[in-house]
């Protein structure tokens, strides 16, 4: 994860934040990342040209949105459309912890602008941990892809909420578009591929992408290309080849990277792995 920024995207006027993070990661529709704990502040009123994904870790905000106040206690997902004013301050002493993304139209379009000030605040605990996941594969270098494919089905269950749909799982069985990706998946194990890219080339939205695939596969597409790669890694770990060298050769960001998913498929560092090859032969 790139090094705090020092100027965050949202201006207190008074106390100085305790930490601050910004970053803009290779996540195709995600404008910017922030993660702040603040203390004293307040936010005057200001407006994001981007949709404001917001969960609160730990304390609470208070807020005004067109005229009416809201708060988001941690269970809540708040989602603040682009271009309405809003203001914000702490709702407690302790101040609050939390973790923003801002989304570009192609996440979000503008026709939710209306339903997202009529409903800023949303009490639903899987998107809560949804939320929270695409946040835990932001802040690992590699991980873009799981990101990306946890994002998608962030959007699409905040479209459903707006549209007052019913928030349920609808999962439709696409045995022949899951192959297809799964071959693409295959062809570009190395090098890799955004649910963007493999969207265009297979003609189908990235969210049907991802729930086609997981229910052919039961798995989502970044942990199946993971562990192909895990997989690709092993073979070159038992030729001798230093992990350095092997996470570059099958497409992790760096070795700590690859050691981070070769412990978790395979049980073991890819240094033991390779040595007991080693002692074996």
């Known amino acids: 994860m790139p090094s705090p920024a020092s100027v965050s995207p949202e201006s207190p006027v008074s106390g100085p934040p305790a930490t601050v993070s910004a970053w803009r990661p290779s996540v195709p529709g995600v404008v910017e990342v922030f993660h702040a704990r603040f203390t004293e502040y307040a936010y005057p009123m200001h407006v994001h040209d981007a949709w404001t994904l917001l969960i609160v870790d730990s304390g609470a905000v208070r807020y005004d ?14 989602l603040l459309p682009p271009h309405v004013p809003h203001n ?64 998608t089905l962030v959007g699409q269950r905040l479209r459903e909420h707006l549209r007052s749909l019913e928030p349920a799982e609808h999962r439709r069985s696409d045995p022949v578009l899951a192959r297809r990706l799964r071959e693409l998946l295959d062809e570009r194990v190395a090098d890799g591929v955004t649910l963007a890219e493999a969207g265009a080339e ?22 199946y290309l993971m562990s192909r790669r895990v997989g690709r890694a092993r073979g070159l770990l038992l030729q001798g080849w230093p992990p350095s060298a092997v996470a570059a050769a099958v497409g992790f960001y760096d070795q ?8 978790r498929l395979v049980g073991v560092t890819p240094g033991r792995y390779r040595a007991t090859g080693a002692a074996g032969g």
């Open 65 to 78: 949105l067109d005229r009416h106040e809201h708060g988001t206690p941690d269970d809540t997902v708040t």
């Open 88 to 151: 914000g301050e702490p709702a407690t002493a302790e101040g609050f912890r939390k973790r923003v993304l801002y989304l570009d139209s192609s996440r979000l379009g503008d026709d939710l602008i209306g339903a997202a000030v009529d409903r800023p605040d949303l009490r639903d605990p899987l998107l809560r941990r949804r939320v929270g996941q695409v946040h835990a594969a932001l802040v690992r270098p590699g991980d873009e892809l799981e990101a990306e494919s946890r994002l």
């Open 202 to 223: 297979l003609s189908a939205h990235p969210a049907h992408l991802v729930r086609a695939f997981s229910t052919a596969y039961g798995i989502p597409p970044h942990q």
């Open 256 to 263: 700590a990277h690859l050691t981070r998913h070769f412990r």
